[in-house]
């Protein structure tokens, strides 16, 4: 192996030796034969501790139900013998650039088998285009007041050499024939150029990009001006920016909050509104035989609360089925209350939102919570004048409160009330609100 090492070194060519094969790298595979009718003897593996193979066998040497099988190569990896053929030849050889046009020549190593062929990375070598101009077409179209021709000459031959690097062309810009120009200069002169071109002529040399860019000049110089004056910030005035900053952003959430607050605001003035169109007439409020401890109950004059469905007719493209929704402030228990009395009705909850079915369904559910809350108030009346019963009843002992049959939720009134006389049912029904105030009024 040394040997073979020290003669590549010296490239003394030695022996070829044989090609590389997989016996040749791990080794020959092992057969072992045994003769027919011989019994089988377990040998123990070439590697394996004696331990480790007595404890694959019993006192009766029986043979295990599960024996490891073995490759014949024992257990160690024979290292790879990869000296078995001569490595591949190497060269000092020229070679030229095709990318090039001064057809230099360079040497580098290269393979043998490699002698011939082109330069590979000569296909990285991307020119960019650059287009040219004949003396009439400068003379009608190009023309320009603040360059000369010889300018413009001399920024083309730029171009091609640096390859619109405008940042070394303007270094490489020769001050002591020329004007000086800055870059932008040097951008609108080249790319106005090439407007002008693409209009008169349709040739090689005028990429899409060129025929569409177009560069703003005045833009650029502005916008490096802004970046100076925002580099040239000192610290204070940067520290000062940032507290403005941070006061615009207080600023603009406390205008968020006080918009919110004069929503919400809106919205209660307006709620308040529709109920007090739909508030009932006041009436003698009613004196209590008893201010003992009762539960506050509410009475028929309190406040009926309607709903007040959303408006979106200037809030752009909304769905019709938005102005079904019921709005929040109506409450789980009342929508809950909504949605039961649709399900005896038979009404789908989530009807088709033509444009009249909204309307219809809208009123529909508004006259539900009415019915809602004078269902409410009247089981607040009928325990209101039960409790006044009672009380009545435990103030005078041996005396019966008679409650009128009209103020009976439901039932007969003959069977609600055994000791109604027969002929009151006889006389006319008076109002349930004069019947109301006669029950609590002090006379009784």
């Not at 057809?103 to 990375?121: C, I, L, M, Q, T």
């Not at 405008?166 to 004007?179: L, P, T, V």
Request: charged fraction near 30%; proline fraction near 7%; glycine fraction near 4%.
């Amino acid at each position: 192996q040394t040997m073979g090492d020290i003669r590549d070194i010296l490239e003394i060519d030695r022996q070829q030796g044989p090609d590389i094969t997989k016996e040749a790298i791990i080794g020959p595979e092992r057969k072992f034969r045994r003769q027919l009718g011989a019994p089988k003897v377990s040998r123990r593996p070439e590697g394996m501790a004696r331990e480790v193979f007595a404890l694959l066998y019993n006192d009766k040497k029986d043979v295990p139900p599960l024996f490891p099988t073995d490759t014949g190569q024992g257990y160690k990896n024979t290292k790879a013998n990869l000296s078995m053929k001569s490595v591949r030849p190497w060269k000092w050889m020229p070679f030229t650039n095709t990318a090039r046009s001064d057809n230099a020549v360079f040497h580098h190593w290269r393979r043998v088998s490699d002698e011939g062929k082109e330069y590979p990375f000569a296909r990285f070598n991307k020119k960019v285009q650059i287009p040219t101009y004949s003396d009439s077409e400068y003379a009608s179209y190009l023309a320009n007041d603040s360059w000369t021709r010889a300018e413009t000459d001399h920024l083309f031959d730029l171009c091609r050499r640096f390859d619109l690097r405008f940042g070394i062309m303007a270094d490489r810009w020769e001050q002591s024939k020329f004007s000086k120009r800055s870059i932008e200069d040097l951008k609108e002169r080249y790319y106005g150029i090439c407007s002008a071109l693409a209009k008169i002529k349709t040739g090689q040399g005028l990429t899409p990009e060129m025929r569409n860019y177009v560069f703003d000049a005045e833009h650029e110089r502005k916008r490096k001006e802004q970046l100076a004056r925002l580099y040239s910030r000192t610290k204070e005035q940067v520290q000062e920016e940032q507290m403005l900053q941070n006061e615009l952003r207080k600023i603009e959430a406390r205008k968020k909050e006080r918009d919110k607050k004069q929503d919400l605001q809106k919205l209660i003035t307006a709620v308040d509104s529709q109920a007090g169109e739909m508030r009932r007439p006041g009436r003698v409020p009613k004196r209590r035989l008893a201010p003992a401890t009762r539960p506050k109950m509410d009475s028929l004059s309190g406040e009926i609360t309607s709903i007040k469905f959303p408006d979106l007719k200037g809030s752009g493209v909304y769905l019709r089925s938005q102005r079904m929704k019921l709005p929040a402030n109506i409450g789980q228990k009342k929508i809950k209350a909504i949605e039961q009395l649709l399900v005896e009705m038979n009404i789908e909850a989530n009807p088709t939102p033509t444009e009249e079915i909204c309307q219809h369904f809208n009123e529909l559910r508004s006259d539900l919570l009415l019915l809602h809350e004078l269902r409410t108030a009247m089981s607040s009346c009928e325990f209101e004048l039960q409790s006044l019963r009672h009380q009545y009843e435990a103030c005078n002992p041996g005396k019966t409160l008679v409650i009128p049959p009209e103020l009976c939720s439901g039932g007969d009134p003959a069977t609600s009330n055994p000791d109604i006389n027969p002929a009151a049912k006889e006389s006319p029904a008076p109002n349930k609100m004069e019947i109301i105030d006669v029950v609590g009024s002090p006379q009784t």
